[in-house]
């Protein structure tokens, strides 16, 4: 059974802190990675992660996937208080491509 | 950007009604949908895959009979909750890839139906 792990489960932090979101996985036909951001609805679209070793960034925020260990990081740098939500991972497996998530890590920053 | 539309996005019905809910692709076409349900504090969990043109694949532990899925049509996708219970209450979430995009594209999801069965 594919799996997808996140840590910690939650989090709170300082506004301007940097805070590091993690996310393993365990499955048996790896395509992509994705990370997304859940605010009250629908998760948005973070980043997608196919290769090792490559970090994308998007303005304060950046992901890396190491496909050897099996994990991917989520970095937020000058935490805001707009970035309170839960980051979800999400691996796309199988030939029908469908996303298996994570529990998701519950991000709150405070003032 | 791609857009999903999900209707309704919130209902309350009695135990034992029906719910349907509805998923749109509103500028790409869809082949393949896919539905989750969502539990307070928890992650989305793959409920099935929805099909155009065949039937639904369902996960394991999801009752085909009881979540019935339509997707009679390139731009749509539908949930039926069928004798909805008060442990059936979630919130419902459709996604859907652009078919016109790589199989490895990010999924667009809808805003979600918060379902609350009395």
């Not at chain 1, 048996?28 to 948005?44: C, M």
């Amino acid at each position: 059974e594919d799996k997808v792990v996140q840590s910690p489960l939650s989090l709170v932090v300082h506004e301007g802190d940097t805070v590091t979101l993690n996310c393993s996985y365990e499955v048996t036909n790896f395509r992509s990675l994705l990370w997304y951001k859940q605010e009250k609805k629908a998760p948005t679209f973070l980043f997608m992660l196919t290769s090792s070793g490559i970090e994308k960034k998007s303005g304060r925020l950046s992901s890396i996937l190491d496909k050897k260990e099996l994990f991917s990081i989520l970095n937020i740098t000058a935490t805001q208080t707009g970035d309170s939500a839960v980051y979800l991972c999400a691996v796309n497996t199988g030939t029908a491509s469908k996303l298996t998530f994570g529990t998701g890590t519950r991000l709150q920053v405070t003032l | 950007g791609a857009v999903v539309s999900q209707h309704p996005s919130w209902v309350i019905c009695k135990s034992g009604t029906s719910v349907k809910i509805e998923c749109r692709s509103l500028d790409f076409q869809a082949t393949t949908m896919f539905w989750y349900r969502q539990f307070p504090k928890q992650s989305l969990m793959l409920m099935a895959t929805s099909n155009e043109g065949s039937k639904a694949t369902y996960e394991q532990g999801v009752e085909k009979d009881k979540f019935l899925i339509n997707h009679a049509s390139l731009t749509l996708s539908t949930l039926t909750v069928t004798s909805a219970h008060p442990e059936d209450s979630s919130f419902y979430i459709c996604s859907a890839r652009d078919s016109g995009q790589s199989i490895n594209s990010p999924l667009h999801f809808g805003n979600g139906t918060r379902l609350t069965v009395t």
